[in-house]
């Protein structure tokens, strides 16, 4: 069973700040996607990410692979207050079965204060 | 275009009881899975179709779970009979390949 470990668990920053949240795991990646998830809704994709060492710019958003592609960042520049939300990766590993099946992390809980 | 739809969007259950859960994927996907989470828990997969065929069902929790992707379009996941424990949010997604497009999800609760 392939586990993904994401973090900080929970961060608040004021507005501006910088932040940098985590994806981790001891097995190769197909495939990483970056999902934020507003209360009451259903995930929303923000990047997918399969090559080693690919680096995707989503506005404010930089989002980085792993050369291994065994981890994952998220970074976001000049935080603001519409950026607060739950900030969840999601793998895909080929080993068998559904090469598309994702395992997610417990996910980040960005609050940005004004 | 629409995105993918799920229906209905709560439903409240007596322990024992059928429910049906109904997911419309985005037109022209192929790749159609199930998700769920449960309180406190992160989301976990269910069972993946890739048209009407199973791919992978791995995650499906035991045999009262039932789902169905009748010529390729929408999804029924059925739970038959209802414990307390399948409480939770149940999510469908699409996809062509990789890169999941995610529902709003039904809220689950047995009672």
């Known amino acids: 069973t392939q586990l993904l470990e994401q973090s900080p668990q929970f961060l608040s920053i004021q507005e501006g700040e910088n932040l940098t949240v985590y994806c981790n795991s001891s097995?190769?990646?197909?495939?990483l996607q970056w999902y934020r998830q507003e209360p009451g809704e259903g995930p929303v994709l923000l990047v997918t990410?399969?090559?080693?060492?690919e680096v995707k710019k989503l506005k404010r958003l930089t989002f980085q692979f792993g050369d291994a592609r065994k981890d994952s960042s998220l970074h976001i520049t000049a935080a603001q207050t519409g950026d607060t939300g739950l900030y969840l990766c999601?793998?895909?590993?080929?080993?068998?079965?559904?090469?598309?099946?994702?395992?997610f992390g417990k996910g980040t809980l960005l609050t940005v204060n004004p | 275009e629409a995105g993918v739809t799920q229906f209905p969007s709560h439903s409240v259950i007596e322990k024992g009881q059928t429910v049906t859960l109904r997911c419309d994927p985005i037109?022209?996907?192929?790749?159609l899975y199930w998700y769920r989470r449960v309180m406190g828990k992160e989301i976990k997969f269910l069972l993946h179709f890739v048209k009407e065929s199973k791919q992978d069902e791995s995650g499906m929790p035991n045999n009262r779970f039932l789902a169905e992707r009748t010529g390729g379009t929408y999804s029924t996941l059925k739970v038959q009979p209802a414990e307390l424990e399948d409480s939770g949010v149940y999510f469908c997604?699409?996809?062509?390949?990789?890169?999941?497009?995610f529902g709003q999800g039904t809220r689950l609760t047995v009672v």
């Open positions: 990410v399969v090559t080693g060492g």
């Open positions: 997604a699409s996809s062509v390949t990789w890169g999941a497009f």
């Open positions: 037109s022209g996907h192929d790749n």
């Open positions: 097995s190769v990646f197909s495939s």
């Open positions: 999601a793998g895909a590993w080929t080993s068998g079965g559904s090469n598309y099946k994702l395992t």
